[in-house]
């Protein structure tokens, strides 16, 4: 059997289940019919999405939390060991 001849017929096929499917209503795939269309809600969720990490303020308030939890835990093991 020629393989050209062959993937005539698969590609005869699936044009033949793609119209059968755009007839019925659906999008056929992502790929077949393209990406979503670019509207304003889906760029203002992309603005509003956060950057992963830690703020500089946040960052600073940790370190004091830090510092006084082992201020507080160097203070209470002093108290132990007098």
């Known amino acids: 059997m020629d393989i050209v001849a062959q993937l005539e017929r698969q590609k005869a096929a ?3 289940a793609l119209a059968a499917l755009r007839e019925i209503g659906g999008p056929v795939s992502e790929s077949a019919a ?3 269309p ?3 809600k889906t760029t203002a969720r992309r603005k509003a999405k956060r950057k992963t990490g830690i703020t500089p303020e946040g960052r600073a308030r940790l370190a004091d939390a830090m510092r006084a939890r ?3 835990k ?3 093991s002093k108290k132990r060991g007098a």
Do not use: L, N, S
């Open 14 to 16: 699936i044009e033949r």
């Open 34 to 36: 393209g990406p979503a």
């Open 38 to 40: 670019v509207t304003a």
């Open 70 to 72: 082992w201020a507080a």
């Open 74 to 76: 160097k203070a209470a």
